[in-house]
């Protein structure tokens, strides 16, 4: 192929999120939660994940598949600057990129055997489910983590700014181990950084429920959590 080449996704994400709104802006952020990676069948090898249970955290390489476009622009408006501001493309992590790959550093919690083959459990992806991963690498401290590195326009991670109130009734429609997740996506503000208005009600998919809220200042007011 001229000017590129091809890739094969090797595994596929099955994550709580069924849509973009929601998602933490960056891995990690949201320690409580936890997704899978299933192979693909032609990729289903023990051998090939040989010694990988020796690191702590992997680094995923994966498809913004729900942002594929036809073109690219220069330039891109930062949700960390308010939507404000414009950076160039290649100085943030925007997924409407020339190609758009992603990169995102997560928690090996540990892998299964089953139907699937090896599946990875992991802690701390940004990612929707069936998100297409096109690599998985090791994670080495002495080299992927640099105390002296400066962050530009975003030196720090965001704190956790807002105050969830979820009734308890409300949470008991999730699966147990979803519902720690939730709190703390929510408590990230999933908002886009421009809006602000506090009788609007925002929703999005999680853990098979919608779930509505609205924000008033630092308070977050979880509206409802139906099942789908």
């Known amino acids: 192929m001229e000017n590129g080449f091809s890739v094969k996704f090797i595994a596929r994400v099955r994550s709580d999120f069924q849509t973009k709104f929601g998602i933490p802006r960056q891995s990690g952020l949201v320690e409580?939660?936890?997704?899978?990676?299933v192979f693909e069948p032609e990729f289903r090898n023990p051998d090939a994940l040989r010694g990988i249970e020796g690191f702590s955290h992997l680094w995923l390489i994966w498809q913004f598949s729900a942002a594929v476009r036809g073109g690219w622009s220069p330039t891109v408006r930062p949700p960390r600057l308010g939507g404000n501001a414009r950076m160039g493309v290649f100085?943030?992590?925007?997924?409407?990129r020339p190609n758009p790959i992603g990169l995102s550093c997560v928690r090996l919690l540990g892998v299964e055997h089953g139907?699937?083959?090896?599946?990875?459990?992991?802690?701390?992806?940004?990612?929707?489910?069936?998100t297409p991963i096109l690599?998985?690498?090791?994670?080495?401290?002495y080299v992927d983590c640099?105390?002296?590195?400066?962050?530009?326009?975003?030196?720090?991670?965001?704190?956790?700014?807002?105050?969830?109130?979820?009734p308890p009734e409300l949470l008991a429609a999730l699966p147990e181990g979803s519902r720690?997740?939730?709190?703390?996506?929510?408590?990230?503000?999933?908002?886009?950084a421009y809006q602000?208005?506090?009788?609007?009600?925002?929703?999005?998919?999680?853990?098979?429920?919608?779930?509505?809220?609205?924000v008033e200042g630092e308070r977050l007011f979880?509206?409802?959590?139906?099942?789908?």
């Open 32 to 37: 409580e939660l936890e997704s899978r990676v």
């Open 91 to 96: 100085a943030t992590r925007s997924p409407f």
């Open 115 to 130: 139907a699937e083959g090896p599946v990875l459990r992991v802690a701390g992806a940004d990612l929707m489910d069936g």
């Open 135 to 141: 690599d998985i690498k090791p994670y080495l401290p």
């Open 146 to 166: 640099r105390p002296e590195a400066v962050g530009g326009f975003a030196p720090a991670a965001p704190e956790r700014r807002l105050t969830v109130e979820c």
């Open 180 to 192: 720690a997740a939730l709190l703390g996506v929510l408590a990230e503000d999933p908002r886009p």
């Open 196 to 214: 602000n208005d506090p009788e609007r009600v925002y929703g999005f998919g999680f853990a098979g429920a919608e779930v509505r809220f609205r």
């Open 222 to 228: 979880v509206l409802s959590v139906i099942k789908n």
